[in-house]
C-alpha cells in the first residue's frame, strides 16, 4: 500500500520558519518527481515546488521562489520542504503528492499519490 506521510506543520508568526517532510513508502520513487502543493480554505489546491527523486531537479512556484527549497534526503528516504519568511498567505493545508511527470510538475492531475495533507497557518 502506498503511502506519504507528511510532518512538520505548525503555527508560526510572519517571517517566520517551518519544515515539511514527506515520508513515501509502499513502492520505489527513484523515476518520480515528488511534488507540494497548497491549498487554502475557499481556494483551488496550488503548485508549491516539485523535485526528482533520482537528479533533484527542481521547480517552484514563482509566489514561492527564494523563499521555499525542496530537497530529497536518500538516507532518510524523506521529501522536505524548508520554508522561510513565511507570510499569512501561506497559510493552507500542504500536501505531498508523487508522480511519473516533472514537465508538469504544475498540474496537480499528473500526480498518482497524494498525502493526508499538513496545517500551516501564519499569523500576522
Known amino acids: 500500500q502506498v503511502q506519504l506521510v507528511e510532518s512538520g506543520g505548525g503555527l508560526v508568526q510572519a517571517g517566520g520558519s517551518l519544515r515539511l517532510s514527506c515520508a513515501p513508502s509502499?513502492?520505489?520513487?527513484?523515476?518520480?518527481?515528488m511534488g507540494w502543493f497548497r491549498q487554502a480554505p475557499g481556494k483551488e489546491r496550488e503548485f508549491v515546488a516539485a523535485i526528482t527523486w533520482s537528479a533533484g531537479s527542481t521547480y517552484y512556484a514563482d509566489s514561492v521562489k527564494g523563499r521555499f527549497t525542496i530537497s530529497r534526503v536518500y538516507a532518510k528516504n524523506t521529501v522536505t520542504l524548508q520554508m522561510n519568511s513565511l507570510k499569512p498567505e501561506d497559510t493552507a493545508v500542504y500536501y505531498c503528492a508523487a508522480g511519473p511527470d516533472f514537465y508538469s510538475a504544475y498540474n496537480r492531475g499528473t500526480y498518482d499519490y497524494w498525502g493526508q495533507g499538513t496545517q500551516v497557518t501564519v499569523s500576522s
Open positions: 509502499g513502492r520505489t520513487f527513484v523515476r518520480y518527481t
